[in-house]
């Protein structure tokens, strides 16, 4: 059984996103999955190495294995629009290949990193990180415009709600970039909530799904306060 809360233009589910998938639409899918166990072994490896907080720093969720990530591909591959990915190396190419087996057009994978670090293109390595994101589209999709080549995500790299979350600065990015006014994005794997906080601020309908009860509460939160200041602003504007 799942909970569903719906807010203003956004409707979020706290359920399991395998189970709930099948009954969702959405116009785009800009989603950030659990990454590799490769990725989560060194997380965790570098966490038990900090006497400070390191409980604090426990991701809390499981890794995706590559048959998962490959299922969920197949679980994602009718959306209609763009399919944005987050991941890390391990997983990016399997993903890039099985979207193209399944019929769209996927592009090499964009990396988005930090650049005061140190960046290894193969996203791991000591001192350094950079993330892969993964980005699919129909054949029949019309025409787009210019889009980045990757990203930057040096704002808001500490605004994180949650271990795993990502920068809300780089989400608003990706959904400026993958969507257009008015649309609804689909994240079925939530987190506490940043693409919806993403396309609250840009003026999309969202639907967000998360199987963790604490998150999933953190996200409502974070997308009704969006919601609340964007209604603020245009309040504001209007006067
Ligand atoms: C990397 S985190 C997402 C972080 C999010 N982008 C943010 O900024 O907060 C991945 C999330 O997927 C959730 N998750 C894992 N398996 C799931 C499933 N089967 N259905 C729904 N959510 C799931 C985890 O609980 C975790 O919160």
């Known amino acids: 059984m799942s909970e569903v809360v719906t807010i203003g233009r956004a409707t979020l589910y706290c359920g399991d996103a395998l ?5 969702i ?4 899918i800009i989603t950030d999955p659990p990454y590799s166990q490769r990725t989560h ?11 400070d907080g390191a409980a604090a720093r426990e991701l809390g969720y499981s ?3 590559e048959s998962d990530a490959l ?8 959306c209609p629009g763009w399919i944005v990915w987050l991941t890390d190396s391990e997983l990016a190419a399997p993903l890039r290949r099985e979207f193209d087996r399944l019929g769209r057009t996927t592009f090499a994978p964009l990396p988005y990193f930090h650049s005061g670090r140190s960046v290894r293109l193969a996203g791991d390595g000591p001192c350094s990180w950079t993330d892969w ?12 415009g210019t889009l980045r080549g990757g990203y930057i ?6 605004d994180k709600e949650r271990m795993g979350g990502k920068p809300t600065r780089l989400m608003q990015l990706l959904v400026s970039d993958y969507s257009r006014e008015g649309d609804t994005v689909c994240d079925p794997f939530m987190g506490a909530g940043t693409t919806g906080v993403a396309c609250m601020r ?3 309908n969202f639907i967000g799904i998360e199987i963790c009860p604490d998150a999933f509460d953190i996200a409502c939160k974070r997308i009704e306060d969006a919601q609340r200041q964007g209604d603020l602003f245009l309040d504001g504007e209007a006067a």
């Open 153 to 158: 995500a040096n704002e808001g790299w500490n």
């Open 19 to 23: 189970e709930l998938l099948p009954g």
């Open 25 to 28: 639409a959405a116009d785009h």
């Open 133 to 144: 994101i993964v980005v699919s589209r129909t054949k029949a999709q019309s025409k787009w």
């Open 71 to 78: 299922r969920l591909a197949a679980l994602l591959h009718n």
């Open 63 to 65: 890794a995706l294995s």
């Open 41 to 51: 072994g060194s997380h965790d490896k570098q966490s038990l190495r900090r006497r």
């Open 202 to 204: 840009e003026g999309r």
